[in-house]
């Protein structure tokens, strides 16, 4: 069974303070990696997606890293507008649908 | 691009009444999907279409839910009778393929409470 892990449960920053998000992944044959951010009351936002080991992925502050057991999320110089809690999820195998981790809910304060 | 359109936003029931959702998915996405999401975890899926075709149930509590796609578009779930470990927000999903390493567009969610 795949399983997604991810932490810290929530992370407060003050702005400016760059930080990492983790997560670890236990899955048979890797498809892909996403990472998604969902403000309160919306649905889930796409990111990125990443497909091997020593991939990496940029847009705006956010990079995404992948090594064969886990991703990190850089958040570089964060602002307030970055607050909201950023998904993990892997597609794997044969399976079609993706598994999410229970995500990291970021505050930045100004 | 118009998004993915769901309604109602909240929905509060009784245990044991029935409840239903809408999602009109992004005009031409092939793929659709039906995610629960309880507080303080992250969605998890119900049931995947794609056209007006079940890929993925394995998920759905059958005894209780039910979903649907009428021709290929616009898509129902509902639950008869709900539980009290049914409150969560219920999101839709729509993807261009036939779901394999695609970005899914979410629409916002309806919130159930079952009180």
């Known amino acids: 069974e795949d399983q997604v892990t991810q932490s810290p449960e929530a992370l407060r920053l003050q702005e400016g303070e760059s930080s990492s998000l983790n997560c670890s992944y236990t899955v048979s044959g890797l498809r892909g990696l996403f990472w998604y951010r969902q403000d309160p009351g919306k649905g889930p936002e796409f990111l990125f997606t990443?497909?091997?080991a020593g991939e990496e992925k940029e847009k705006e502050r956010l990079k995404a890293t992948l090594t064969k057991k886990e991703s990190f999320l850089h958040i570089t110089a964060p602002k307030p507008e970055d607050s909201a809690t950023y998904l993990c999820?892997?597609?794997?195998?044969?399976?079609?649908?993706?598994?999410f981790g229970s995500g990291t809910q970021l505050t930045v304060l100004p | 691009e118009a998004g993915v359109a769901q309604s109602p936003r909240y929905k509060i029931i009784e245990k044991r009444q029935s409840v239903a959702f809408w999602c009109n998915p992004i005009?031409?996405?092939?793929?659709l999907y039906w995610y629960q999401q309880i507080l303080g975890q992250g969605p998890k899926l119900l049931i995947q279409f794609q056209n007006n075709g079940v890929v993925d149930d394995s998920q759905l509590p059958k005894d209780r839910f039910s979903a649907e796609r009428l021709k290929g578009v616009d898509s129902t779930l509902k639950i008869q009778p709900a539980k009290l470990e049914d409150s969560a927000v219920y999101l839709c999903?729509?993807?261009w393929g036939q779901g394999v390493n695609e970005k899914l567009f979410f629409g916002s969610g309806t919130q159930l409470s079952v009180l």
């Open positions: 999903a729509s993807s």
């Open positions: 990443l497909y091997s």
């Open positions: 999820a892997v597609q794997a195998g044969s399976a079609r649908q993706l598994t």
């Open positions: 005009s031409g996405h092939a793929t």
